[in-house]
């Protein structure tokens, strides 16, 4: 069970990968700035 069904919620994702390289490169500034580490799969 995981939380979308404990929410009462339907899980919406994309089948493809994300392909927007700006956005991209600003997830992994943001995440570094924050002292995070941005997992990116693709």
Known sequence: ???YHLLGAPYYASRTPLDDPELL?????????????????G
């Not at 995440?31 to 799969?41: E, M, N, P, Q």
Request: net charge positive; hydrophobic share 45%.
């Open 25 to 41: 490169a600003y997830a992994e500034d943001y995440a570094s700035v924050k002292g995070l580490t941005a997992i990116l799969r």
């Open 1 to 3: 069970m995981n939380k």
